[in-house]
Protein backbone atom coordinates (compact mmCIF):
# COMPACT_ATOMS: atom_id res chain seq x y z
CA UNK A 1 0.00 0.00 0.00
CA UNK A 2 1.15 3.56 -0.92
CA UNK A 3 2.10 6.33 1.44
CA UNK A 4 -1.76 7.38 1.68
CA UNK A 5 -0.27 10.74 1.38
CA UNK A 6 -0.06 9.81 -2.80
CA UNK A 7 -3.34 8.28 -3.04
CA UNK A 8 -5.03 9.98 -5.64
CA UNK A 9 -8.67 8.46 -6.53
CA UNK A 10 -10.88 9.33 -9.75
CA UNK A 11 -14.35 9.23 -9.85
CA UNK A 12 -16.53 9.00 -12.59
CA UNK A 13 -20.32 9.33 -12.29
CA UNK A 14 -22.92 8.89 -15.02
CA UNK A 15 -25.92 7.85 -13.83
CA UNK A 16 -28.05 10.45 -15.00
CA UNK A 17 -27.68 13.37 -17.21
CA UNK A 18 -25.03 14.84 -15.52
CA UNK A 19 -21.28 13.64 -16.38
CA UNK A 20 -19.06 13.98 -13.44
CA UNK A 21 -15.76 13.40 -13.02
CA UNK A 22 -13.11 14.19 -9.64
CA UNK A 23 -10.28 13.36 -8.23
CA UNK A 24 -9.61 13.12 -4.21
CA UNK A 25 -6.52 13.17 -2.52
CA UNK A 26 -7.28 10.79 0.74
CA UNK A 27 -10.99 12.38 1.55
CA UNK A 28 -9.79 15.80 0.53
CA UNK A 29 -11.97 16.78 -3.12
CA UNK A 30 -8.97 18.45 -5.19
CA UNK A 31 -11.44 18.60 -8.06
CA UNK A 32 -15.15 18.13 -9.08
CA UNK A 33 -16.36 18.73 -12.50
CA UNK A 34 -19.59 18.29 -13.65
CA UNK A 35 -21.19 19.32 -17.00
CA UNK A 36 -25.11 19.10 -16.85
CA UNK A 37 -26.99 18.49 -20.01
CA UNK A 38 -30.07 21.21 -20.76
CA UNK A 39 -31.37 19.50 -23.79
CA UNK A 40 -33.72 17.60 -21.26
CA UNK A 41 -35.65 21.15 -20.53
CA UNK A 42 -37.10 20.68 -23.68
CA UNK A 43 -38.88 17.70 -23.25
CA UNK A 44 -39.76 17.70 -19.61
CA UNK A 45 -37.86 15.54 -18.31
CA UNK A 46 -34.79 13.25 -18.76
CA UNK A 47 -34.81 11.68 -21.98
CA UNK A 48 -32.45 8.02 -21.62
CA UNK A 49 -31.19 8.09 -25.17
CA UNK A 50 -30.32 11.93 -25.03
CA UNK A 51 -28.36 11.44 -21.67
CA UNK A 52 -26.22 8.39 -22.78
CA UNK A 53 -25.03 10.45 -26.26
CA UNK A 54 -24.42 13.40 -23.81
CA UNK A 55 -22.24 11.58 -21.54
CA UNK A 56 -20.25 10.25 -24.70
CA UNK A 57 -19.12 14.26 -25.38
CA UNK A 58 -18.75 14.53 -22.36
CA UNK A 59 -16.86 11.96 -20.55
CA UNK A 60 -13.10 12.85 -22.05
CA UNK A 61 -13.09 16.91 -21.49
CA UNK A 62 -14.60 16.23 -17.60
CA UNK A 63 -12.01 13.86 -17.26
CA UNK A 64 -9.23 15.94 -18.53
CA UNK A 65 -10.95 18.52 -16.90
CA UNK A 66 -10.62 17.66 -13.51
CA UNK A 67 -7.70 16.22 -13.50
CA UNK A 68 -5.93 19.43 -14.79
CA UNK A 69 -7.48 21.49 -11.76
CA UNK A 70 -6.37 18.67 -9.71
CA UNK A 71 -3.00 19.75 -10.70
CA UNK A 72 -2.18 15.24 -11.45
CA UNK A 73 -1.61 13.37 -14.67
CA UNK A 74 -3.36 10.48 -14.83
CA UNK A 75 -0.35 8.38 -14.51
CA UNK A 76 -0.22 9.70 -10.62
CA UNK A 77 -3.53 7.76 -10.09
CA UNK A 78 -3.94 5.19 -7.72
CA UNK A 79 -7.71 3.71 -9.06
CA UNK A 80 -10.54 4.45 -10.45
CA UNK A 81 -13.80 4.57 -8.96
CA UNK A 82 -17.20 4.95 -10.91
CA UNK A 83 -20.35 4.41 -10.58
CA UNK A 84 -21.93 0.99 -11.00
CA UNK A 85 -25.80 1.78 -10.32
CA UNK A 86 -28.70 2.35 -10.17
CA UNK A 87 -29.15 4.56 -12.89
CA UNK A 88 -30.03 5.18 -16.40
CA UNK A 89 -28.50 1.88 -18.52
CA UNK A 90 -26.79 3.66 -21.55
CA UNK A 91 -25.76 6.33 -19.07
CA UNK A 92 -24.20 4.07 -16.44
CA UNK A 93 -22.54 2.15 -19.39
CA UNK A 94 -20.98 5.10 -20.73
CA UNK A 95 -18.86 5.74 -17.19
CA UNK A 96 -18.43 2.31 -16.52
CA UNK A 97 -16.68 1.72 -20.54
CA UNK A 98 -14.62 4.86 -19.51
CA UNK A 99 -13.83 3.77 -16.46
CA UNK A 100 -12.53 -0.32 -17.02
CA UNK A 101 -10.43 1.19 -20.36
CA UNK A 102 -9.02 3.45 -18.40
CA UNK A 103 -7.75 1.39 -15.44
CA UNK A 104 -7.12 -1.39 -17.73
CA UNK A 105 -4.71 1.17 -19.70
CA UNK A 106 -3.10 2.69 -16.09
CA UNK A 107 -3.54 -0.98 -14.78
CA UNK A 108 -4.86 0.59 -11.46
CA UNK A 109 -7.62 -0.72 -9.35
CA UNK A 110 -11.19 -0.49 -10.38
CA UNK A 111 -13.44 0.54 -7.74
CA UNK A 112 -17.65 -0.02 -8.25
CA UNK A 113 -19.43 2.22 -6.36
CA UNK A 114 -23.24 2.31 -5.37
CA UNK A 115 -24.80 5.65 -6.36
CA UNK A 116 -26.90 5.65 -3.37
CA UNK A 117 -24.13 4.45 -0.73
CA UNK A 118 -22.56 7.65 -2.78
CA UNK A 119 -24.92 10.06 -1.23
CA UNK A 120 -24.81 9.12 2.38
CA UNK A 121 -20.96 8.52 2.66
CA UNK A 122 -20.42 12.42 0.84
CA UNK A 123 -20.26 13.97 4.42
CA UNK A 124 -16.94 12.36 4.49
CA UNK A 125 -15.65 14.09 1.42
CA UNK A 126 -13.14 16.78 3.55
CA UNK A 127 -14.40 19.78 3.75
CA UNK A 128 -15.02 22.67 5.65
CA UNK A 129 -18.93 23.27 4.89
CA UNK A 130 -19.98 20.22 6.07
CA UNK A 131 -19.16 17.76 9.36
CA UNK A 132 -18.86 14.55 9.32
CA UNK A 133 -21.45 12.28 11.21
CA UNK A 134 -20.83 9.71 13.81
CA UNK A 135 -21.89 5.60 13.07
CA UNK A 136 -24.25 4.96 13.41
CA UNK A 137 -26.46 7.12 12.00
CA UNK A 138 -30.07 7.92 9.67
CA UNK A 139 -29.47 8.62 5.72
CA UNK A 140 -31.44 10.01 4.75
CA UNK A 141 -31.70 9.74 0.42
CA UNK A 142 -34.17 11.94 -1.22
CA UNK A 143 -33.64 12.73 -5.36
CA UNK A 144 -35.39 12.18 -8.13
CA UNK A 145 -35.66 8.63 -8.32
CA UNK A 146 -35.08 7.85 -4.80
CA UNK A 147 -36.90 8.21 -0.95
CA UNK A 148 -34.93 5.99 1.60
CA UNK A 149 -34.23 6.02 5.09
CA UNK A 150 -30.86 4.38 5.51
CA UNK A 151 -29.61 2.77 9.35
CA UNK A 152 -26.00 3.56 8.49
CA UNK A 153 -23.74 1.26 10.70
CA UNK A 154 -20.11 1.49 8.64
CA UNK A 155 -19.26 2.80 5.71
CA UNK A 156 -20.55 -0.22 3.84
CA UNK A 157 -22.86 -1.64 6.19
CA UNK A 158 -26.36 -0.09 5.63
CA UNK A 159 -29.79 -1.36 5.77
CA UNK A 160 -32.96 0.55 4.32
CA UNK A 161 -35.20 0.51 6.74
CA UNK A 162 -37.98 2.75 4.98
CA UNK A 163 -38.44 3.73 1.55
CA UNK A 164 -41.00 5.23 -1.21
CA UNK A 165 -43.53 2.78 -2.58
CA UNK A 166 -44.26 4.73 -5.53
CA UNK A 167 -43.06 8.09 -6.79
CA UNK A 168 -39.94 9.67 -4.99
CA UNK A 169 -39.87 12.74 -3.45
CA UNK A 170 -38.32 14.46 -6.19
CA UNK A 171 -40.13 13.04 -8.93
CA UNK A 172 -43.29 14.61 -6.82
CA UNK A 173 -41.61 17.77 -6.88
CA UNK A 174 -41.34 17.85 -10.73
CA UNK A 175 -44.45 16.49 -11.99
CA UNK A 176 -46.70 18.61 -9.47
CA UNK A 177 -44.51 21.58 -11.08
CA UNK A 178 -45.07 20.34 -14.56
CA UNK A 179 -48.77 20.36 -13.79
CA UNK A 180 -48.01 24.24 -13.09
CA UNK A 181 -46.00 24.47 -16.02
CA UNK A 182 -42.98 25.45 -14.94
CA UNK A 183 -40.03 24.63 -16.53
CA UNK A 184 -37.90 21.57 -15.64
CA UNK A 185 -36.15 20.27 -12.92
CA UNK A 186 -39.02 22.33 -11.46
CA UNK A 187 -38.00 21.80 -7.67
CA UNK A 188 -35.62 24.82 -7.23
CA UNK A 189 -38.35 26.96 -9.07
CA UNK A 190 -40.90 25.36 -6.69
CA UNK A 191 -38.58 25.95 -3.35
CA UNK A 192 -38.16 29.81 -5.01
CA UNK A 193 -41.70 30.83 -5.40
CA UNK A 194 -42.07 29.30 -2.27
CA UNK A 195 -40.18 31.35 -0.26
CA UNK A 196 -42.96 34.25 -1.32
CA UNK A 197 -45.73 32.31 -0.62
CA UNK A 198 -48.20 31.59 2.46
CA UNK A 199 -47.31 27.55 3.24
CA UNK A 200 -50.95 27.59 4.91
CA UNK A 201 -52.84 28.75 2.22
CA UNK A 202 -54.10 25.64 0.62
CA UNK A 203 -54.28 21.79 2.47
CA UNK A 204 -53.26 18.61 0.37
CA UNK A 205 -54.03 15.20 2.29
CA UNK A 206 -51.00 13.32 3.51
CA UNK A 207 -50.65 9.72 2.61
CA UNK A 208 -51.24 7.22 5.06
CA UNK A 209 -48.31 4.71 5.03
CA UNK A 210 -47.30 2.02 7.49
CA UNK A 211 -44.11 1.79 9.26
CA UNK A 212 -41.15 4.17 7.81
CA UNK A 213 -41.89 3.76 4.21
CA UNK A 214 -43.38 6.70 2.09
CA UNK A 215 -45.81 7.35 -0.69
CA UNK A 216 -46.20 10.34 -2.82
CA UNK A 217 -48.41 9.52 -5.57
CA UNK A 218 -51.23 10.45 -3.78
CA UNK A 219 -50.10 13.75 -3.15
CA UNK A 220 -49.63 13.87 -6.89
CA UNK A 221 -52.80 13.46 -7.68
CA UNK A 222 -54.43 15.59 -4.96
CA UNK A 223 -52.39 18.26 -6.84
CA UNK A 224 -53.91 16.91 -10.09
CA UNK A 225 -57.62 17.75 -8.38
CA UNK A 226 -57.06 20.23 -6.78
CA UNK A 227 -55.59 22.19 -9.74
CA UNK A 228 -58.22 21.01 -12.12
CA UNK A 229 -60.76 22.23 -9.98
CA UNK A 230 -59.79 25.65 -9.52
CA UNK A 231 -59.23 26.44 -12.64
CA UNK A 232 -63.11 25.55 -13.89
CA UNK A 233 -63.35 28.63 -11.11
CA UNK A 234 -60.97 30.56 -12.26
CA UNK A 235 -58.95 29.79 -15.79
CA UNK A 236 -56.33 31.95 -14.51
CA UNK A 237 -56.31 30.77 -10.79
CA UNK A 238 -52.63 29.31 -11.10
CA UNK A 239 -50.41 32.18 -12.46
CA UNK A 240 -52.15 34.41 -9.73
CA UNK A 241 -51.54 32.00 -6.80
CA UNK A 242 -48.47 30.34 -7.81
CA UNK A 243 -46.16 31.03 -4.73
CA UNK A 244 -49.06 30.48 -2.06
CA UNK A 245 -49.70 26.70 -4.25
CA UNK A 246 -45.87 26.26 -3.74
CA UNK A 247 -45.68 27.15 -0.38
CA UNK A 248 -47.84 24.60 0.47
CA UNK A 249 -47.02 22.13 -1.63
CA UNK A 250 -43.72 22.19 -0.13
CA UNK A 251 -44.73 22.46 3.30
CA UNK A 252 -46.57 19.46 2.65
CA UNK A 253 -44.19 17.57 1.81
CA UNK A 254 -41.64 18.41 3.68
CA UNK A 255 -44.14 17.75 6.90
CA UNK A 256 -44.20 14.29 5.60
CA UNK A 257 -40.97 13.76 5.25
CA UNK A 258 -39.75 14.81 8.91
CA UNK A 259 -42.68 12.70 10.02
CA UNK A 260 -41.14 9.90 8.94
CA UNK A 261 -37.40 10.68 10.30
CA UNK A 262 -38.76 11.34 13.96
CA UNK A 263 -40.57 7.89 13.78
CA UNK A 264 -37.14 6.70 12.69
CA UNK A 265 -35.39 8.34 15.57
CA UNK A 266 -38.08 6.70 18.15
CA UNK A 267 -37.52 3.72 16.29
CA UNK A 268 -33.82 3.31 16.40
CA UNK A 269 -32.99 5.47 19.09
CA UNK A 270 -30.48 7.17 16.44
CA UNK A 271 -30.33 10.98 16.65
CA UNK A 272 -27.66 11.58 14.21
CA UNK A 273 -29.50 12.51 10.84
CA UNK A 274 -27.55 13.44 7.38
CA UNK A 275 -29.30 13.91 4.06
CA UNK A 276 -28.17 13.32 0.54
CA UNK A 277 -29.28 13.61 -2.67
CA UNK A 278 -30.29 16.04 -5.15
CA UNK A 279 -33.42 17.13 -3.18
CA UNK A 280 -31.05 18.13 0.03
CA UNK A 281 -30.35 21.19 -1.54
CA UNK A 282 -34.08 22.07 -1.22
CA UNK A 283 -34.14 24.94 1.82
CA UNK A 284 -37.33 24.01 3.75
CA UNK A 285 -36.26 20.74 4.67
CA UNK A 286 -33.05 22.24 5.28
CA UNK A 287 -34.60 24.34 7.59
CA UNK A 288 -37.35 21.94 8.88
CA UNK A 289 -34.25 19.63 10.12
CA UNK A 290 -32.11 22.83 11.69
CA UNK A 291 -35.15 23.92 13.71
CA UNK A 292 -35.61 20.31 15.05
CA UNK A 293 -31.95 20.34 16.02
CA UNK A 294 -32.78 23.33 17.68
CA UNK A 295 -35.57 21.93 19.69
CA UNK A 296 -33.06 19.29 20.49
CA UNK A 297 -34.83 16.54 18.24
CA UNK A 298 -31.69 15.37 16.34
CA UNK A 299 -28.34 15.95 15.50
CA UNK A 300 -28.59 17.46 11.46
CA UNK A 301 -25.81 17.24 8.87
CA UNK A 302 -26.43 18.78 6.01
CA UNK A 303 -24.03 18.32 2.58
CA UNK A 304 -22.90 21.04 1.12
CA UNK A 305 -24.58 22.04 -2.53
CA UNK A 306 -21.94 20.54 -4.07
CA UNK A 307 -22.27 17.44 -2.78
CA UNK A 308 -25.89 16.95 -3.40
CA UNK A 309 -26.59 16.69 -7.06
CA UNK A 310 -24.84 13.83 -8.51
CA UNK A 311 -21.20 14.66 -8.77
CA UNK A 312 -18.24 12.82 -8.89
CA UNK A 313 -16.68 13.65 -5.70
CA UNK A 314 -18.82 11.40 -3.66
CA UNK A 315 -18.53 8.47 -5.68
CA UNK A 316 -14.72 8.96 -4.96
CA UNK A 317 -14.76 9.33 -1.89
CA UNK A 318 -16.53 5.53 -1.38
CA UNK A 319 -14.11 4.39 -3.95
CA UNK A 320 -11.33 5.38 -1.29
CA UNK A 321 -12.93 3.90 1.13
CA UNK A 322 -12.77 0.55 -0.77
CA UNK A 323 -9.40 1.49 -1.58
CA UNK A 324 -7.95 1.57 1.62
CA UNK A 325 -10.11 -1.96 2.09
CA UNK A 326 -8.81 -3.27 -1.02
CA UNK A 327 -11.93 -3.87 -2.16
CA UNK A 328 -11.45 -4.08 -5.92
CA UNK A 329 -14.48 -4.87 -8.17
CA UNK A 330 -16.37 -6.68 -5.45
CA UNK A 331 -19.52 -5.77 -4.31
CA UNK A 332 -21.40 -8.59 -3.62
CA UNK A 333 -21.47 -7.86 0.34
CA UNK A 334 -22.34 -4.18 -0.22
CA UNK A 335 -24.78 -4.72 -2.13
CA UNK A 336 -26.45 -7.28 0.01
CA UNK A 337 -26.56 -5.22 2.56
CA UNK A 338 -27.64 -2.07 0.93
CA UNK A 339 -30.71 -3.19 -0.68
CA UNK A 340 -31.44 -1.27 -4.31
Same mark, same amino acid.
Do not use: W
Given at each position: ?105 ? =? ?173 ? =? ?46 ? =? ?10
Amino acid at each position: MPNPSDVYILGIESSCDDTSAAVLNIRKPLSNVIATQKIHEEYGGVVPELASRAHQKNIVPVVHQALEKAGIQASDLSAIAYTKGPGLMGSLLVGASFAKSLAMAL =NIPLLEVNHMQAHILAHFIEDEAQKRPPFPFLGITISGGHTQIVKVNAAFDMEVIGETLDDAVGEAFDKCGKMMQLDYPAGPIIDRLAAKGNPKAFTFSKPKVKDLNFSFSGLKTAVLYFLQREKQKNPNFVSENIEDICASLQYTIVDILMTKIKKAIQQTGITHVAIGGGVSA =NSAIRNALLEAEKQGTLIAYIPKFEYCTDNAAMIAIVGYYKYIEQDFK =NTKLAQARFKI
